[in-house]
């Protein structure tokens, strides 16, 4: 849990660093992540649309930021290390002796 988290740190540093739209940009990042894994862990439903969140914030990043600005970098690997901590796990299929 504490690696699916630390992406959350990425955005607020780049809501507290900036104004207008990425202000509101990378706080929507962080205030949504922060409530949605806590209660991933309680919530089944809520843990599938972990991955279709941080896509949906990964294309908010892209499409609502200038390009190459502190903000937008910071913003796409954030969305992209949500989207990939939150990918699902392949199974392990044990092997009978």
């Known amino acids: ?6 992406p959350i740190l990425v ?3 780049g809501a507290l660093a900036s104004t207008g739209t ?3 940009v990378s706080g929507l990042m962080a205030g949504v992540w922060s ?3 806590p209660a ?3 919530s089944r439903w809520t843990a599938r649309l972990l991955p279709l969140v ?3 914030f990964l294309c908010l990043s892209i499409l609502a930021l200038p390009f190459n600005s ?3 970098v910071g913003d796409v690997w954030a969305g992209l290390a949500m989207a990939l901590l ?10 009978a002796h």
Request: net charge positive; hydrophobic share 70%; aromatic share 8%.
């Open 1 to 6: 849990m504490i690696a699916v988290c630390v």
């Open 11 to 13: 955005a607020a540093v």
């Open 22 to 24: 990425a202000q509101f």
């Open 35 to 37: 409530v949605m894994v």
């Open 40 to 42: 991933a862990l309680f």
């Open 54 to 56: 941080s896509a949906g």
């Open 70 to 72: 502190a903000a937008f």
């Open 86 to 95: 939150t990918l699902p796990r392949p199974r392990r299929i044990p092997i």
